[in-house]
């Protein structure tokens, strides 16, 4: 049997009913804030979509983002679109190796100039950090992406350390990580944080892109705002007991066992935007805050360095106990020293009758 | 700069600024009226100073009936917002835990909808204060501009709470950040005005009452 070349013919292949299909082309419809009615229109687009060429960049990354993609719970709707797209070029995915492999990643480009997707995972050493930081086939990343995204018709950052340099680029930096859209200015970047991102959102992102042909709205930090519009504490199932002040104080206590917010745990869902809370983990089983662990903030920038993740969200991140003491100290020691020379000062002033007149004192105010 | 940028800076660098600016301005305050001491009073005492002078600390929260019947708008919602900011910034559970991390003691706080409505009441009774000092010739007369700041500074951290707790700026970061930073701006300012009647005023009612206590006159 031929290859499909169009999405609903691969969808029916794998035996996707049509009402599974629709169904999840509904969610989607919701999922991007578009009217129900927009269903059929997505689920038309969809069936006749041709396979998108998508060249998948691994950079400074762990594969966590891959792996969320990859490894869902069963095989669904979300993960056949991804295998449906044309994938040509994936380090952890694909089957080749060596000069077959960059052949690959250099044909796709060659054969698809101008529409194909790059995807990235993963930070990369800055265009003034030592390149071999981080090098594929004895090319440095840098090079590697801006040779790639030249024909591009546009690139997703997959995952915080894409979009916003993640770990690699946490303090102190030693690799000189950077992101993506620090780098790529000439072309559209969409930035799909997490660490990793909920694998819908990225399906959510290329079911737009084959849809409309668009990219999707984005937030201030280029993300889909469909998916990243809300935040976690607006949207969290315990949101009821963060606004009746019912806490659990530790893991383990009363408060936990019965499911109360996890503020004073360090959860950072006020700060946070994702759509954790709405769309869970594993199919919909659950998700880390239902699960009784506070969110970390991975889809925010620079969330490694924002505290603590067992600390509040409103514990300050330096050391203000050490610099409060420290500068108590000085004070105090100034403040007698100032203290002691007034007081000297007045005696001697007693000692030799000085008089002062009360425009003198008016003067010194 | 991104929101996230700009709550990283107020959370981190500047309160430890902000905090390291309040201890040493506040202490070399206090260390130097301490230092400084008293006038020696030859006089025989009839009677000890200290327990008047800790019994004024209490008893000067109560105004006198005098005052009261003069000014019962300044005294009812002077009150007011005294209580009401002091529970906002003590009894907040976010800021106990903040309190907790900073000096290593904690305590009990409120639920957050009480401590809400509390706020509502300060931040009205705030605009109700400044109001009144517009329209009262006198107030207005005796006013000077660092008045107007400090009521600035003091207002500040209350709005930029409220509208962070309601989540009414957005993204988060940024209303959580413009928060810390009017706290912070309110710690620097405070010991350089008159806000640091907030430990002085304790100096000065240990010192009338234990002078009248001295005396022996009830204070």
New interface residues.
């Given amino acids: 049997m031929a290859a499909p070349t169009t999405l609903g013919e691969s969808l029916r292949q794998h035996g996707v009913s049509r009402r599974g299909f629709l169904k999840f082309c509904a969610a989607t419809a919701t999922m991007m804030a578009l009217p129900p009615s927009m269903a059929p229109a997505i689920a038309k687009a969809l069936e006749q979509a041709r396979r998108p060429s998508v060249i998948w960049l691994s950079f400074q990354e762990c594969t966590g983002c891959t792996e969320s993609l990859t490894r869902s719970s069963s095989p669904n709707v979300e993960n056949l679109i991804f295998d449906v797209i044309s994938l040509d070029y994936h380090h952890t995915l694909q089957a080749a190796a060596g000069d077959a492999a960059e052949h690959a990643r250099e044909q796709a480009m060659h054969d698809n100039a101008g529409e194909y997707l790059v995807v990235v995972d993963g930070s990369l050493p800055g265009p003034n950090a030592n390149p071999g930081y981080s090098t594929i086939a004895g090319i440095s990343n840098y090079d590697m992406l801006m040779e790639t995204i030249s024909g591009a018709a546009a690139v997703v950052a997959v995952g915080s350390c894409a979009a916003f340099g993640g770990l690699p680029k946490a303090d102190p930096n030693p690799t000189g990580a950077v992101s993506v859209q620090d780098l790529v200015k000439d072309k559209p970047v969409i930035n799909v944080s997490g660490c990793p991102p909920v694998p819908m959102v990225i399906t959510g992102v290329l079911a737009q892109f084959l849809t409309f042909g668009t990219l999707p709205e984005l937030d201030e930090y280029g993300r889909p705002r469909a998916f990243f519009g809300q935040s976690i504490h607006d949207r969290c199932y315990r949101r009821p007991f963060y606004d009746k002040g019912l806490f659990a104080e530790t893991f383990d206590d009363e408060g936990a066992k019965a499911g109360w917010c996890l503020y004073r745990l360090g959860c950072k869902g006020p700060m946070t935007y994702n759509a954790c809370a709405t769309m869970k983990w594993n199919g919909g089983a659950s998700w880390p805050v239902e699960a009784g662990y506070p969110c970390l903030g991975c889809s925010e920038p620079d969330f490694w360095d924002a505290g603590g993740f067992y600390k509040a969200l409103s514990v300050p991140t330096g050391a203000p106990g050490d610099v409060l003491l420290t500068a108590g100290v000085v004070g105090a020691a100034v403040g007698v020293a100032a203290g002691l020379k007034s007081r000297s000062e007045s005696k001697q002033a007693a000692k030799y009758h000085d008089k002062v007149t009360a425009q003198e004192l008016e003067e010194k105010l | 700069m991104?929101?996230?940028?700009f709550?990283?800076l107020t959370?981190?660098?500047l309160?430890?600024l902000a905090?390291?600016?309040?201890?040493?301005?506040?202490?070399?305050?206090?260390?130097?009226?301490?230092?400084?001491?008293r006038a020696h009073n030859y006089a025989t005492p009839r009677g000890n100073g200290v327990i008047p002078g800790l019994r004024t600390v209490y008893r000067r929260f109560n105004p006198d009936p005098g005052t009261f019947k003069r000014a019962p708008f300044d005294v009812i919602v002077g009150t007011l917002w005294h209580v009401g900011f002091v529970v906002a910034l003590l009894l907040f559970?976010?800021?106990v835990?903040?309190i907790k991390?900073?000096?290593?003691i904690g305590w009990p706080?409120?639920?957050?909808?009480?401590v809400d409505a509390i706020t509502a009441i300060t931040l009205l009774a705030l605009v109700a204060a400044l109001v009144h000092r517009l329209r009262q010739p006198v107030k207005r007369f005796l006013s000077t501009p660092e008045d107007y700041l400090i009521w600035a500074v003091t207002f500040l951290p209350l709005l930029t709470g409220y509208l962070a707790y309601h989540?009414l700026i957005n993204?988060?970061?940024l209303a959580?950040g413009l928060h810390i930073l009017s706290a912070e701006i309110f710690l620097i300012v405070l010991p350089f005005t008159k806000l640091t009647h907030i430990f002085t005023a304790f100096v000065a009612r240990y010192y009338n009452g234990a002078i009248f206590g001295r005396k022996g006159i009830q204070s």
């Fill in positions: 991104t929101p996230m940028d709550l990283l959370k981190g660098p309160f430890s905090i390291a600016i309040f201890a040493i301005g506040m202490l070399i305050r206090l260390a130097e009226i301490l230092t400084l001491g559970i976010p800021h835990e903040l991390s900073t000096f290593g706080a409120l639920p957050n909808p009480i989540r993204p988060y970061p959580l």
